[in-house]
């Protein structure tokens, strides 16, 4: 097994890795829409799946693959309203290339 360390990304002090690889495999920790330069991106769902998929992408480049070879994936939403432009987003920027599966929860945060 292999971590991925990216300089800048991630906290060090935690236990865990933005990714590992084993084997032909790559599992990647949770993303979320922060920027490069540190910041939460708050603007409207589309801008953050972006950066999330900029992030996951990061991660998956360090570990020589792309988005393009994605198999699987699991997207949490807080707001049912959000999966319409969320599906939008998603299919821009994963493209048609077979549809990883995927799982996507809804669920407001308390």
């Known amino acids: 097994m ?17 990714g590992v690889v084993s084997g032909q495999f790559v599992f990647v920790s949770g ?7 540190g910041k939460w991106v708050t603007g ?6 972006a950066c999330v998929l900029d992030n ?4 998956l480049n360090a570990a020589g693959t792309s988005l393009s070879r ?9 707001h049912l309203d959000d999966f319409p432009a969320f599906n939008q987003a ?3 920027r994963v493209g048609d290339h077979g549809f990883p599966a995927r799982t996507t929860l809804v ?4």
């Not at 991925?4 to 906290?11: A, M, W």
């Not at 409207?44 to 799946?49: A, C, F, N, R, T």
């Not at 996951?56 to 991660?59: F, I, N, S």
């Not at 669920?107 to 308390?110: D, F, I, N, Q, W």
């Open 2 to 18: 292999r971590r991925i360390i990216l300089p800048g990304v991630g906290d060090p002090n935690l236990p865990l890795s933005p």
């Open 31 to 37: 993303q979320v829409p922060i920027d490069k330069d």
């Open 44 to 49: 409207s769902i589309g801008e953050q799946v």
């Open 56 to 59: 996951l992408e990061t991660v």
């Open 70 to 78: 994605l198999c699987s994936i699991r997207a949490y939403l807080t």
């Open 90 to 92: 998603y299919r821009a």
């Open 107 to 110: 669920a407001g945060l308390v």
